[in-house]
């Protein structure tokens, strides 16, 4: 296995197994030279299995363990922060529950370079099951440390503002995807003075994510109209991202959020540079409304990592995905849907108006046609392979729209993203590059 987009991830005790949990600690270990790491884990069922293991591995290179327990990714990354700690998080954020994942934040709390991670493989590639023992008075301890999440509580709640009651008045429902946020997000939205109804907090295992949380939304839309809520909060897995829905059900993604934020932190001298930083896969409709209010926007590679790297680079302090990873780099060094959507609901408050009010306007999605296509083999480079098709199919549409062709960082995809004013001609243009990426690889068994 090898590092994706978001750290190591596959199907659970198939690829993913505990032997590999073993010599990832290891490795880790030996490429990350600290004394004390942090494991935490999401909901599956697999996590307990993979976090002992991942942490019997750090132990056998003498590192002290702190096994957290059930938490989210931004606490594994704020524990991480001291110079002499790191941590490990047993996710596989908004996956399926067969499937788990390792990702690791460096001291600093910042997930790994480029560089870190080939040395980690590296590491990996010369450890196997004759690699000899260490000395028996080197091994590490593994202690408890689930009381440390009241850390990240509290980070949250004095991000939001000193006083005690910052979201009093307001009605917001919470959809935890039976994931890590379920024990926690609650809490945190209450102390902040916030009228709170959560579902879907009650993870058996198997049903995170399931129909439910970031990537379906619709129940909490459901919730939030039924009970007159203000506005709906809704988290994957690890809780690292979150999107949103207005008091009229309708949905409000990562794009539409990045744009609110932008202007309110710039009309108040918090956006450095005057900079957003997005994705490739941001709407064209985003880099207009910004180019409008005079924004500038930098675009990286896919992933919350690539986002956090030019953001670190040169100082920025907003940027995220159209996923819903949103990161504000004064407060955190990843992204975290929990902090986000507080900051969100105290975005409205200090507004006086409502989410649909302030977020109905603030750009014109240009419709946007995805279509994800498993396939026989994962390419390096789909765009390379197609490139000659691409240009003359963007030829078409000039100015008025974008094409995107990439394999899936974390699953046997091929994602094929066409943008267009006129929504058919996208659809068109879509089917034909889907038609050409199968031709090409030959289709996957979900197909």
């Known amino acids: 296995m090898r590092f994706g987009t978001d750290g190591v991830r596959g199907p659970a005790n198939s690829e993913l197994t505990p032997e590999f949990a073993l010599r990832f600690g290891r490795a880790a270990a030996r490429a990350i030279d600290v004394p004390r790491w942090f494991i935490v884990r999401d909901t599956r069922r697999s996590g307990p299995m993979l976090a002992a293991a991942v942490g019997a591995g750090l132990a056998s290179e003498g590192a002290e363990v702190v096994d957290v327990g059930v938490a989210t990714t931004p606490v594994g990354a704020l524990l991480a922060r001291p110079t002499d700690t790191a941590a490990v998080v047993v996710s596989a954020s908004h996956n399926p529950w067969q499937d788990n994942g390792l990702k690791l934040f460096g001291p600093g709390g910042h997930k790994l370079s480029d560089h870190a991670q080939v040395r980690i493989e590296e590491t990996l590639a010369v450890l196997d099951g004759t690699t000899p023992s260490l000395d028996p008075a080197a091994v590490g301890e593994i202690i408890e440390g689930a009381g440390l999440v009241s850390h990240y509580a509290d980070a949250v709640v004095e991000a939001v503002g000193s006083s005690a009651q910052a979201l009093a008045g307001l009605h917001v429902v919470l959809d935890c995807g039976h994931g890590a946020a379920s024990a926690i997000a609650p809490g945190i939205f209450r102390r902040l003075g916030a009228r709170v109804t ?50 009229s059900g309708a949905i409000v993604d990562g794009d539409r959020l990045l744009c609110l934020f932008a202007l309110d932190m710039s009309a108040r001298g918090l956006l450095a540079h005057n900079t957003l930083v997005v994705t490739v896969m941001s709407n064209l409709g985003l880099h207009r409304a910004m180019t409008a209010k005079g924004v500038t926007v930098e675009v990286t590679a896919v992933g919350d990592r690539h986002v956090l790297e030019a953001m670190s680079a040169a100082g920025f302090s907003l940027g995220g995905e159209q996923s819903g990873h949103l990161i504000f780099s004064d407060l955190a060094t990843t992204g975290d849907g929990i902090l986000a959507g507080a900051l969100l609901c105290d975005l409205i408050v200090r507004s006086n108006g409502s989410l649909s009010s302030i977020a109905g306007q603030v750009m014109h999605r240009v419709p946007q046609v995805l279509v994800n296509t498993p396939t026989s083999i994962r390419p390096d480079d789909p765009a390379a392979d197609l490139a000659e098709l691409i240009a003359s199919l963007q030829s078409r549409l000039g100015e008025d729209g974008r094409i995107l062709v990439r394999s899936s960082g974390t699953e046997p995809l091929v994602r094929v993203m066409v943008e267009a004013l006129d929504v058919e001609n996208a659809r068109q243009i879509a089917d034909e590059l889907t038609s050409a990426v199968l031709s090409r690889y030959g289709a996957g068994p979900a197909s």
């Open 198 to 247: 959560s579902q879907h907090v009650s993870p058996n295992g198997r049903n995170i994510n399931k129909g439910v949380g970031s990537t379906d939304p619709a129940p909490l839309a459901a919730e939030v109209v039924a009970s007159g809520a203000d506005l709906g909060l809704a988290f994957d897995g690890d809780a690292d991202r979150v999107i949103a829905v207005d008091e």
